[in-house]
C-alpha cells in the first residue's frame, strides 16, 4: 500500500518524520496544558458560583482578548488565529461556568 511519503527522497522522509514528532510532542503539552488551565477555571467557577458572581466578565475577556493580540504577535502568530483558538476555549469555560451556577440535584428543574 501506497503512503503520501513513499515517493519521497529519504533525506526528506527523515525531515518530515523529525517534525512530525516534535508536533506530536507539542500535542501533548497543549492537552496537558489545557487540562490544568480547565481545573484552575473550574476553580474560578466555583468561587463564582458560591459568590453570586457571572460566568461572564465582559472587561476581562476585553483584556484577554487584547493580551492574547499582543501575544500573538511577540510571537509571530496570526492574530486572527490565536484568538479565534482562545475565543473557543473561553466560550468552553463559560459554559462550563454556567453549568456550575446551575442547580441540577434531585428536586431541581
Known amino acids: 500500500m501506497d ?3 513513499d515517493r519521497l527522497p529519504t533525506p526528506t522522509i527523515e525531515t518530515l ?5 516534535r508536533i506530536d510532542g507539542i500535542d501533548v503539552s497543549l492537552i496537558a ?4 488551565r480547565f481545573s484552575l477555571t473550574e476553580k474560578v467557577g466555583s468561587l463564582k458560583a458560591e459568590s453570586g458572581l457571572s460566568a461572564e466578565d465582559v472587561s476581562r475577556e476585553r483584556w484577554q482578548q487584547e493580551r492574547y493580540a499582543d501575544l500573538a504577535t511577540s510571537h509571530r502568530l496570526d492574530v486572527e488565529t490565536a484568538l479565534q483558538v482562545m475565543r473557543t476555549i473561553v466560550s ?3 459554559k462550563r461556568h454556567v453549568a456550575i451556577a446551575t442547580p441540577t440535584g434531585p428536586g431541581q428543574p
Do not use: I
Open 33 to 36: 496544558l489545557l487540562a490544568e
Open 3 to 5: 503512503t503520501e511519503t
Open 92 to 94: 468552553l469555560v463559560k
Open 17 to 21: 518524520s523529525g517534525l512530525r514528532e
